[in-house]
Every structure is written in C-alpha cells, then in structure tokens.
C-alpha cells in the first residue's frame, strides 16, 4: 500500500554536518583534510565524504557525471543523479554517523546543486529543493564553510590541477563555459547572503594555514552541542 508521507527523519541526530562549498581549486580538499586530523585529534569520530561520491553506488554515478565523454547528458538527468549519490549517502553513511554522535565533513552538498544546476544549468531553486525533500528528508548542514574565489581562478587551478594529476576523466564541470560558472558564483554569494546563519566565507585565495585557522574559528564554537 501507498503511504502518503515520507519517511520522518530520525529524531536520534546528535552529531554535527559540516559542508564545505564553494567551486574546484578553492581548497577544499586540504581544509576538509586538516580539519578532521584537528577533531580525530581531540578523540571525535570523524566521517569524511564527498559528493559526488561518497558510497561505492555513489562512486559509480560519480563517473558519469564528470565524465566529459557524457556531453549529452541533460540537465535534469543531471539533477537527478546527483540527487541519486546524495540519497545513497546520506542513508548509508551520513546519518548513521550524526546518529552515533558524530562529525560528519562533507566536500558539497545541497547548496552545489543550488549553485551549479539551480543557477547554473537554470533549472531554478524551486525543482532542486523538491528533490532535495525526497533525497535527503530534511538534512541540512549545521555548518556550512564556503571557500569564496572568482570563476577565472577557479577555472584555471581546476585545470591546472586536471593536467597535473590527468584527471581529464573528471573534467566535465570545468569544461563548461566562463558564463556556467559566473551564474554559479553569483549564486554561491546569494545562498551565504540569505543563509548567513550557517553559511561562513572564508578567502579561498588565502594561505592554507591562515584558512585552517579561519575554519577552526568557525567550527570550534558548535562542538559543545555534540552529546555522546
């Protein structure tokens, strides 16, 4: 039989998720990774994800949404897979650990989808955050870091790094246009605008030391609220 609800999130949360935004090159990766040595250090449990990803499903989708060679793939089809990854993750992974008294470090999460294909792909805020209600049944970050650089920036250290590392088989974002990642920026700034109560901005044109310490300053402060 058909329910007519949804599944009600779990009243146990006690944790604490933590997402890191903001577009390729702005460092997220070394903040996401000192940042969990500093809570392991203090005897936290520590999940860290990333998204698309996150899962073994997860890693699968991953590879066709940054594959370049899926140049075809639609904007809605898009959407919807990485709501896909995102729903695997957050019932495998994510809340599991929150519901064990964890901290959960998350490389993007809703706020991407937002940016890049509400704003960037145009497919509006409204289509994200329904999809959003089924996938991730009301989760949302307590804290969210976005590690603020231009499109031109990012651009080039995205494919700076895809030719060090020959990631060409990860490239498909970065080979969108300058225009794609404008309205991706410009949505990222109304997202920290509107949601200044999570959102932080950090430089992300910083040294990494001089970011680390500006994300401990930010995350530090709700690590009273964890109960284990």
Known sequence: MFTTEPPAPSARRRGLLV???GMDGSGKTTQIARLAARLRALGLEVLETAEPGGTRIGSQIRRILLDPAN???CAEAELLLYFAC?????????RPALDRGGV???DRFTDSTLAYQGAGRG???EWVRAVDAIACRGLEPDLTLYLEIDPQTSLARARARNL???????????????EFHRRVHAAYAEL???HAHRFRVIDGRGDP???ERAVWEAVAPLLGRLRV
Do not use: P, Y
Not at 86 to 94: C, S
Not at 164 to 178: N, T
């Open 71 to 73: 140049a075809e793939l």
């Open 192 to 194: 920290a605008a509107r």
């Open 86 to 94: 995102r729903a695997q993750n957050v019932d495998q992974w994510i």
């Open 209 to 211: 030391d001089s970011m």
């Open 19 to 21: 997402t890191f935004e």
């Open 104 to 106: 959960v470090i998350s």
């Open 123 to 125: 497919l509006g805020e």
């Open 164 to 178: 060090e590392r020959d990631a060409a088989a990860e490239s498909r974002m970065d080979e969108q246009s300058l």
